[in-house]
């Protein structure tokens, strides 16, 4: 048991230390027949090795119109500039410099003379891409969707948080009612907040995600000892409370990422519906997880094993406040 302990400890203490994957956001928009203001908005912070060297690679043809001009804003370096193109760069190679040697992917938004809007993906497989003019509801609810769950599935701390929940409730009913309440509140301040109808200091929030793990870990462990506690009679209060919260972590990774200022509900619905499937994904996954642990180990091995769980994501929350803190 206590080798497993050991493993378990390295796996958590390796996510401590992982690298925050945030896609880099490049915008054009067309200002003549032949010409691009560009945007270009790339983390400082997170893969600190690989990310300072990304930079959008234009057709040798294409002409730099005047200087760069660049500005640090948070964790991001944003540069901002004129292109030129005698094809207005339609069906021309544009390359991610130093994409592929990163995690993360790069979304690519431009808006034509026409108030078309077309989004594309660029991944580290294939930093390459061309623009084709071609835009449409669907182009734009296939994007959000995907980054929505892949939001959530590389969120470590919202996953954290749903983990001990599954470990405090035990009751598939109440389970359910649970997630659903956590479902809700994060729905509601992730639209408010991206909206900017609300609005926390993004510090703070991050912390008190940290917090909400820390506070549900420690509930999971007096239920363990027999202490029944509000949380463990209504934990689906607990949920949505600190949902809320979570709801506003996943607001500020939207707002990195940007919203198209004539399709802002609908992307943002299909985000969230995103973040939905991928949270379902995970319980799934959990579930099935649990489910075999209970099929070969005794119900003691069992209990230890989930006490041993709780106190490494327990562990990894603390060194996470500290860090959001200071």
Known sequence: MIRYSFIVFFFFLNIAYADEIRPSFLE??????????????????????????????????????????????????????????DQALIDKPITIKGLELTSSDVLVRIHYLDDETEFIRVLPESPHFTLTHKSGFYNMASTYLILGIEHILEGFDHLFFVLALLLLVANIKRLIGTITAFTVAHTITLILASLDIIHLSSRAVEATIALSIVFVCAEVVYAKRGQIHLSQQFPWLIAFGFGLIHGLGFSEALKEIGLPQNEVVPSLIFFNIGVEIGQLLFVSFMLLIFWVIKKLFTRDIVKHIEIIVTYMIGSIAVFWLIERIY
């Open 28 to 85: 054009l928009t067309q200002q003549t027949d032949t010409s691009y203001q560009v945007l270009w908005k790339k983390a400082s912070q997170g893969e600190a090795k690989n990310t300072f060297i990304l930079e959008p690679v234009f057709p040798l043809d294409s002409q730099l119109i005047g200087i760069k001009k660049r500005l640090l804003l948070g964790n991001a370096t944003i540069e901002t500039y004129l292109i030129k193109d």
